[in-house]
């Protein structure tokens, strides 16, 4: 197996060489100028899109070839100048390859770019170099941060702007570290780098004799990855039932966790019945193994009542079934968030009504304190407690991000209004979980 990149060449793969990372910050930092230099210069862009990049550009009179548009693949962004949707692109390098998330940066779009880092292993942190750290740069981080990203690579970015000069590359650094200190995460490398002239994005520059760190491409190459691994074993959401001809079903989805084998014994939730895996295949056919991130259909031992909905779970810890939880929203609508306000809530593959039984605080994105709270405004991230019609099957978020993330959506509108991440389940179906 291999990726084709822009000259033509198979880039073998294997997996976990994938990195799903989100590049995340302020307007005008320099996200997609970024991104697009990252694939021009890895040589990942064909013909067309260059010359349609570089119409583009000159249609708004921005040069020869303004590599921001390389993302911006909506007519409007490119007649703003602005990213509004997550611009999602796909690249290789001989060491790895990539699942890039450009989110923008405009604060109206918070949701956009929430999305963009639900599925990312890292976030890509894009910081002005001549501003420093921004309040909306802030709010993506912290979002990143509950969202499950545990590692950032930092670009220090317009460095030409200040002739490279290092201290404007040291506050750079000290602003990061803070901000990383505070939310626990780890930073992989702060590159000081020009996105607009190539340094030190996939080459390293002479302007930069004082930095000994990786270039942008070194470490997204060195990064960790492994968004659908998690704690307390394997866990597959059903979310289509495949009727095998001449009798039998299968159930399919796809694995987080832990792998799944054949020959586990796995719970059916949230009934809690018992059962033994017999088989899993893809349309490539039989798998001895499904790793974390593979979408698979489920053969089981016994003929269980499973419908779309249910969840497998294999392991000695498994998740909890409730009706109630304890989870950090990030808020997106307009309308104030409060107790009392109801939902549909959308969890792996399962439906259901909600009801917001408290708010209990929000996060101050000037000193990223938490402070009690009765409501939560339009991107406002906070904590609320929350009740279901219909049992759900959770884990905490930060030991699986499938089984503890669901968003919350408007009934009338049918608009997603937030997003949450469960921080605390309560059990209310003490019956439902049988030891396997």
């Known amino acids: 197996m291999g990726q084709r990149t822009a000259d033509r060449t198979i880039v073998p793969t294997r997996p976990g060489d994938l990195l799903r990372f989100a590049a995340v910050g302020s307007v005008d930092d320099g996200k997609s100028t970024l991104i697009g230099r990252l694939l021009h210069d890895t040589r990942q862009l ?4 260059l010359a349609a990049v570089g119409a583009a550009s000159r249609r708004r009179g921005a040069g020869d070839l303004d590599l921001s548009f390389v993302t911006d693949g909506l007519r409007a962004e490119r007649e703003q100048g602005i990213t509004i949707d997550v611009a999602y692109r796909y690249a290789a390098t001989p060491r790895r390859s990539f699942v890039i998330a450009d989110c923008p940066g405009h604060v109206q779009y918070t949701r956009n770019m929430a999305t963009g880092a639900s599925t990312a292993d890292l976030a890509l942190v894009v910081v002005d170099a001549t501003t420093g750290l921004r309040e909306q740069t802030r709010r993506h981080v912290c979002i990143a941060s509950l969202l499950g990203v545990g590692t950032l690579v930092v670009v220090a970015n317009k460095m030409d702007r200040v002739a490279w000069d290092p201290d404007a590359h040291g506050r750079v ?15 992989a490398a702060v590159v000081p780098a020009s996105a607009l002239l190539g340094d030190n994005v996939a080459v390293r520059s002479a302007a930069t004799p004082w930095y000994q760190g990786p270039t942008v491409l070194d470490a997204l190459e060195e990064a960790p990855a492994g968004v ?4 307390g074993g394997s866990r597959l959401a059903v979310q289509w039932v495949i009727r095998r001809p001449g009798g039998g079903r299968a159930y399919a989805g ?7 084998r054949p020959g586990d014994a796995v719970a059916v939730l949230p009934s809690g019945q018992v059962a033994t895996i017999t088989g899993l295949s893809t349309a490539d056919g039989p798998l001895e ?24 779970a294999a392991g000695d810890e498994p998740p909890t079934v409730t009706r109630n939880v304890e989870a950090t929203v990030c808020w997106f609508a307009s309308a104030p968030l409060h107790a009392g306000d109801r939902f549909h ?12 039984d408290t708010v209990i605080e929000r996060v101050d994105m000037g ?15 906070g904590t609320v407690r929350l009740t279901t019609a219909d049992p759900l099957v959770v884990d905490p978020y930060r030991d699986n991000r499938v089984t503890g993330s669901f ?3 408007d009934p009338a509108t049918h608009a997603t209004v937030g997003a949450g991440m469960v921080t605390r389940p309560v059990a209310t179906e003490p019956d439902g979980l049988p030891a396997l």
């Open 46 to 49: 064909f013909d067309d899109q």
């Open 173 to 187: 650094v000290t602003e990061v570290e803070e901000l990383a200190e505070t939310l626990g995460l780890s930073v």
């Open 228 to 231: 659908w691994s998690g704690a």
């Open 254 to 260: 796809m694995v987080t966790g832990g792998p799944m």
């Open 289 to 312: 193994r499904a790793a974390p991130g593979r979408s698979v259909a489920v053969e089981l031992s016994d003929d269980l009542d499973v419908g779309r909905g249910d969840l497998l």
């Open 345 to 356: 809530v959308k969890h792996t593959t399962r439906v259901t009504r909600g009801t917001i």
């Open 367 to 381: 000193s990223l304190h938490r402070q009690p709270a009765t409501s939560l405004t339009e991107n406002d991230i």
């Open 407 to 409: 968003v919350l959506v």
